[in-house]
């Protein structure tokens, strides 16, 4: 394929591969400890930072990291209060993200041209400080899984007895949280602020099909989550559609066949070990 040959190209084929082991980390801890709801909060919360980057001609990316930072921080904070319930926070930060980037976006007064790839997201837009974001953020969460593997995995699974093992539990959620907003922030140009939270999720899901090990989750989440971005680009490229939305959409449609695919094999085996 003369595609291939395209530095572009190139680009969104190193980025797919970061960003799924960069989402293969993060999104097992997030199906893991139920966050999805948290981390959607995050995702549109962070288009605050967008708004607030074009606005004041800084660095979009930057901007919104800092401020899905400020938001993740932020709900955590409110979540462990007795006096605010955890889902008036999530909307709280939501709502106020959407509302800040909406405003600084219509006050802008020159064009945006790249505001449509940070909403539905662009792979094929991804630069060499993207990609070097996305290396580092693998390079420092493949460390802080060495060497806090056990404690992450008791956190996520159970807080409560983490914290009955004197586990620093509070220190461990704000840095995971944290992790998580970088995570989101770094795949932003790949799926958007719409659909960032698919790529932690679909494939921790589709892995849980097979698995319940933690550790074999988020391999096999890493290598599901590139299978579909390769695919999407594939289908994006020669279709002529959003590479964002193809990288969600194919990814969907391999979870569905193989949940399936799952389910038939079991009532199969049902059938042949029920007595006749």
Partial sequence: MNILHYTFF????????????????????????????I???ITHASFGGIGLG???????ILSAMLFAIFSACGIQWMSNRSDAREDSAIALFWTFGMSVGIICCFLTPRFMPDLPSFLFGNILTISHGDLLLLAVLSLLLLAIFTLLFRPILSVAFDACFARSQKLPVSAIEYMMMILIAMTIVSTLRM??????????TIPQMTANLFTYSYKRIIAYSILLGWVD?????????MLNIPSGAAIIFVSIIIYALLKAIKVLIFKFNQR???PS
């Fill in 10 to 37: 190139q680009n969104a084929l190193l980025g797919s591969l970061l960003a799924s082991i960069v989402c293969g980390f993060i999104g097992t801890y997030i199906v893991t400890r139920r966050l999805v709801f």
């Fill in 39 to 41: 981390s959607g909060g």
């Fill in 54 to 60: 074009v606005f004041l001609c800084f660095n979009p």
């Fill in 191 to 200: 799926v958007g602020v719409v659909l960032a939270i698919s790529l932690l």
């Fill in 229 to 237: 971005c390769l695919l999407g680009l594939t289908f994006g490229y």
């Fill in 272 to 274: 042949e070990v029920s």
